[in-house]
C-alpha cells in the first residue's frame, strides 16, 4: 500500500468483528472488486498441531456458522478436524441464561435446547484466536489488505476520510471502526456510547 492511497473501505481492527465485516466485502457481488483493507497489527496465525487450547473463546450460533460459511471462514476454523489433527471447536446443544437477580434454576432463567428446535446443535464453542485467524486469510483470500499499522488520527472530508497511521496515509471513501469498546474511530468523530445497566450470565454444555 502506498503511503497515500485511495481505498473504498478501510476498517480499523482485525478482531472478529472486523475480519468477518472485511471478508464479506471482499466477496460482495458489486460490479467492481471493492478495495477493502483492514488495520490491524497483531494478527494471529492459525494455531499449530499440538499448541494447547486457548482459554479465550467465543460462542458460534448456527447463524452465525452460515455467516462465517458466506464469507469463506467455516472451512479455516474446521480445519484442524478434517486434517484429523483434532478439533479445537467444541458443539454445545444446551444454554442456560440467566439474570444476575435470579438464580439458574428460577422459573425466569431461558434455557434452550437443540432437540427442541430438531438441530444436532445450537453452535460451537471457538478459540478466538483460531476465529480471528481464519477471518484474516479468508479476508486476504477474498482480495483485501491487511496493514499491520496503527491508527493515529482520522479526519472526515468532504469526499471521503483521510486517516494518518503509523506506517503512512491512507484515504478512503468509508471507514468502519471494529477497534473495541474503547474506540478511537469512534472517538475521533466524537460519537458516545452508554453501556445497559445490566449483566447476564450464561451456561453452555455439550
Known amino acids: 500500500m502506498s503511503s497515500v492511497d485511495v ?9 472478529p468483528a472486523g475480519a468477518c465485516a472485511g471478508a464479506l466485502l471482499s466477496r460482495a457481488p458489486t460490479s467492481k472488486p471493492l478495495r477493502v483493507a483492514i488495520l490491524e497489527p497483531k494478527r494471529p496465525s492459525v494455531p499449530a498441531d499440538g499448541d494447547p487450547m486457548d482459554s479465550r473463546v467465543v460462542a458460534i450460533s448456527r447463524a452465525s456458522e452460515r455467516i462465517l460459511g458466506a464469507a469463506g471462514a467455516w472451512a479455516g476454523v474446521r480445519a484442524p478436524l478434517i486434517k484429523g489433527t483434532g478439533s479445537r471447536l467444541c458443539a454445545y446443544e444446551r ?11 428460577s ?24 476465529l480471528q485467524a481464519a477471518l484474516l486469510d479468508a479476508f486476504v483470500e477474498g482480495g483485501g489488505a491487511v496493514d499491520p499499522a496503527q491508527l493515529i488520527r482520522l479526519q472526515i472530508e468532504e469526499k471521503g ?21 474503547r474506540s478511537a474511530v469512534r472517538n475521533a468523530v466524537g460519537l458516545t456510547a452508554e453501556s445497559a445497566d445490566y449483566r447476564e450470565t450464561a451456561i453452555v454444555a455439550n
Not at 7 to 15: E, K, Q, R
Open 161 to 181: 476520510v483521510r486517516v494518518e497511521t503509523s506506517r503512512g496515509e491512507i484515504q478512503a471513501r468509508l471507514v468502519i471502526g471494529a477497534d473495541g469498546a
Open 95 to 105: 444454554m442456560c441464561v440467566w439474570h444476575e437477580s435470579v438464580s439458574a434454576g
Open 7 to 15: 481505498i473504498d473501505v478501510l476498517i480499523v481492527g482485525g478482531g
Open 107 to 130: 422459573a425466569d432463567a431461558l434455557r434452550f435446547d437443540a432437540a427442541d428446535a430438531g438441530e444436532p446443535n445450537l453452535g460451537y464453542i471457538v478459540e478466538s484466536r483460531l
